[in-house]
């Protein structure tokens, strides 16, 4: 529901109905479907369930920032269309 309340997929009624893509896979981020199921992705500031600083002498210094901006890259921009392609790949080697 929520994939189809972003736009991405559209239902098919009918016996041999169920969803397809609204868009081409080369057009559909993994960073919108993410953000369509859980929301925006949110940089954590701290991994602590209590934080015990204020963030400017963290004992990981800069590396949440870090990670959080190459998750973000990496979830915007891979599509469908490259996750199909690895699939593919994958199931070729193996059989």
Request: proline share 3%; hydrophobic share 35%; aromatic share 4%.
């Amino acid at each position: 529901q929520r994939l189809h309340k972003a736009k991405m997929v559209e239902s098919v009624r009918g016996p041999k109905g169920g969803f397809k893509l609204s868009r081409a896979p080369q057009e559909i981020s993994l960073l919108e479907v993410y953000e369509a199921i859980e929301g925006p992705l949110v940089a954590e500031t701290c991994l602590l369930t209590t934080q015990v600083c204020d963030g400017t002498d963290c004992i990981l210094g800069g590396l949440l920032e870090t990670v959080h901006r190459q998750v973000s890259r990496y979830l915007g921009d891979t599509t469908l269309a490259d996750i199909a392609g690895v699939l593919r790949r994958a199931l070729e080697n193996k059989g």
